[in-house]
């Protein structure tokens, strides 16, 4: 056993530790301060301790810095005696796959290393977000101890050890520490062959009823998808793209969305295109769905994986319920309705749906963020979604374009887009919402051009599970014949402040429903920027990203 001395460090406590919307994200110069990460490690640790935990998983999405903070982590951990540490081999491990680790070993806590889709690199950005017992990212209650920790932390505990081989699988004893290194891949892969049925899939590549086109982003989950697509399900070779993980994503910007994926679109664009696209993000919970020449949005994916549920081995008897975010168009909500379902309203953030899955309200839910998930994790989960799809084409053995222009003349389309405006500087970003939030009483009747607002107001919510509430979540405005406007700002950049501006506009199914969302939406875009005042606050008219 290997001889190592435990050491008090004395540090110096930094003011920036709160966690926004998934964890505490900065730039990586940040991180490698000296007693940065080691003095947000110990706050953690400091709050968790006091329950006792027995054990602990660790891994991240193989971004630079990852594999230096799960030697620091490890450090902090073994000084601080905790007993057991499950760590992924190579440090990889998507956020999907450790929600499942914490659930399937019953652990009390996660540590993921990721900034999700922000890019990464040594002038990239870098993140540590925690996980809870039911492997859901940490209730605000507790990141916000860790936040109130870390502003007066004074030392930190670390083990010298040796620096950790986690290239192959090994078990470790360091003190009172036993260090387990696993490949974090094959259970994953194992739950999802539990949950889908794998032989329908081989069958369906096999006699080239279904095809894909599955673009990893460099990022985390190449691993997976080629032991998912090609391993398991005998896709032909060239379906997974930017497989490998590479620590600076390959310079790229891992996030699933029209603007970032433009090699997936462009391909899904030609004429011998797959029957689906895909992709997913840095960390390996969102994900993109295109069909040939068709986009299907975040919103519209979840509407229809509802509608279809019957499909999915896991709903086969049925299904209890489902959750949007607050932003998220309200296409789910009709599908919900006609099945006699509830379809509960949240804040951003996936952690606002674990009360809700863990209480068996909902077992299916989903984000305009390209976020989809249901009840077997505690995360949002890209490649299920991707799964989930190709099972439903699979057993409709019919193009996407077609299972959403048939969703469309059920149930009407919501055309809806996100607009972005990037790097606004905080302060003028917060007089802005605060200037909108001021006017909320008295927009209603006000008309603007084609539109008459019916009522504004802000979104609070109150958690029917437990009763927390969460005030502020961001400004609606309704209009009479349907559309919606939502504005808030962004809690997960790391520079300045970012403006979201969400549009939605119904069209029930005696109209066009094919139209093109960012034309149809244009008019209300332009309505929505003079109603917040965006120009005069930001400078800005242009966003810089529409997905
Ligand atoms: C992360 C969370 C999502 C959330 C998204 C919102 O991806 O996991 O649940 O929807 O952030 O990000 P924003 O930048 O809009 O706060
Ligand atoms: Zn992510």
């Not at 520490?177 to 696993?182: E, K, P």
């Not at 949950?195 to 590549?205: E, I, M, S």
Request: charged share 20%; proline share 3%.
């Amino acid at each position: 056993m290997q001889e190592f001395e435990v050491v008090e460090v004395a540090s110096k406590a930094f003011s920036d530790q709160k966690p926004g919307t998934s964890g505490l994200r900065k730039k990586v110069q940040v991180f490698q301060q000296e007693h940065y990460l080691e003095n947000f490690v110990q706050s953690f640790l400091n709050v968790v301790l006091k329950d006792e935990p027995r054990l602990i998983v660790i891994g991240g999405d193989g971004r630079f810095f990852n594999l230096d903070a799960i030697q620091t982590i490890v450090e902090i951990a073994v000084a601080n005696e905790v007993p057991q540490l499950l760590i992924a081999r190579d440090g990889i491990l998507s956020t999907p796959a450790a929600s499942h680790w914490i659930r399937k070993y019953q652990a009390d806590a996660g540590i993921i290393l990721s900034a999700s889709h922000n890019p990464a690199g040594e002038n990239g950005d870098f993140g540590i977000k925690f996980n809870g017992a039911n492997g859901a990212p940490a209730p605000e209650a507790l990141t916000t101890a860790v936040f109130e920790t870390s502003k007066s932390i004074s030392s930190y505990k670390r083990a010298k050890i040796e620096a950790l081989d986690l290239t192959h699988d090994q078990d470790i004893l360091l003190n009172h520490t036993h260090v387990v290194i696993r490949d974090g891949i094959e259970d994953y892969v194992h739950h999802m062959a539990a949950l889908f049925d794998f032989d329908a899939l081989r069958d369906g590549f096999e006699s080239k009823q279904i095809s894909i086109l599955f673009d990893a982003m460099n990022a985390v989950t190449g691993p997976y998808a080629k032991r998912l697509f090609l391993d398991a399900l005998g896709a032909d070779e060239t379906s997974v793209i930017n497989a490998e993980a590479k620590a600076d994503f390959g310079g790229g910007h891992p996030d699933p969305n029209l603007v970032h994926a433009a090699e997936l679109v462009a391909q899904m664009n030609t004429a011998d295109a797959p029957v689906l696209g895909a992709a997913s993000d840095g960390d390996g919970d969102r994900n993109l769905i295109l069909g040939k020449q068709q986009f299907v949005s975040p919103s519209d994916s979840l509407a229809v994986l509802l509608e279809h549920h019957k499909l999915l081995p896991q709903f086969s008897e049925g299904i209890l319920g489902v959750a949007r975010s607050m932003p998220t168009s309200t296409a789910v909500d009709r599908v919900a309705e006609s099945l006699g379902i509830d379809c509960y309203e949240t804040p951003t953030g996936w952690k606002f749906f674990g009360n809700l899955l863990d209480d068996k309200r909902i077992q299916l839910c989903g984000e305009e963020s390209f976020g989809t998930g249901s009840d077997h994790v505690r995360e949002k989960d890209g490649l299920w979604a991707v799964l989930a799809w190709l099972t439903i084409v699979n057993s409709l053995n019919k193009p996407v374009a077609q299972i959403m222009s048939e969703h469309w003349q059920r149930f009407g389309r919501s055309y809806y887009c996100r607009y972005d405006f990037e790097g606004i500087a905080s302060d003028s970003a917060d007089e802005m919402i605060t200037a909108l939030t001021k006017s909320v009483t008295s927009l209603a009747d006000q008309t603007f051009g084609n539109y008459q607002v019916k009522r504004a107001d802000i979104f609070e919510y109150t958690d029917p599970v437990d009763a927390s509430e969460a005030k502020n979540q961001g400004v609606r405005v309704f209009f009479t014949d349907g559309s919606r406007v939502v504005y808030r700002l962004s809690g997960t950049g790391t520079v300045g402040a970012t403006l979201r501006v969400y549009l939605e506009q119904y069209q029930d199914a005696s109209g066009d429903l094919q139209g093109d969302a960012q034309v149809v939406t244009q008019e209300l875009a332009e309505v929505a920027l003079t109603i917040a005042k965006v120009n005069e606050f930001s400078g800005r008219t242009t966003p810089d990203v529409i997905t």
